[in-house]
């Protein structure tokens, strides 16, 4: 499993780099494309990063979105408030989304599975939406999105 820990305009490049070692391999796509200077989605209506970012992904390496609604600072911490975070995960491949959803549940957290990649764009939206909050509401990034029963 490889994690996709860069800027969303960065993706590309690293699988053309290293897209032969890719292959076979559960990738984590954790990216936002964000326009930070419109605080808007950097990618056309109608798509995702995510699906973007499948377009070059190398044959045979399975792509999940997933972390990408979850700020860094608790992510580090692993829940707000005494709630464990939520850690929605999007993608086609059942086998890939199950094994990161194991990985995510032994750290602590709740793994959501949120369907099939095309998703992405609801996830990416959400985690748009949670970091213009942290401006408004002065949370100072340290809020977390959370499905309650």
Known sequence: MVVLAVPYSAAA???????????????????????????????????????????????????????????????????????PLDVFIAGDDAEAKATLSRLVEAGGLRAIDTGPLHRARLLEALALLHMVLQFTLKTNFGTAVKILP
């Open 13 to 83: 490049p690293v699988f053309q780099q290293y897209g032969d070692q890719l292959a076979g391999k559960i990738v984590v796509d954790i990216t936002n494309p964000v326009d930070f200077s419109t605080m808007s989605p950097s990618v056309a209506p109608g798509t995702s990063g995510a699906e973007e970012i499948a377009r070059v992904v190398p044959a045979g390496a399975k792509l999940v979105k997933a972390f990408n609604t979850i700020l860094a600072g608790t992510l580090v911490t692993g829940q707000v408030a005494g709630q």
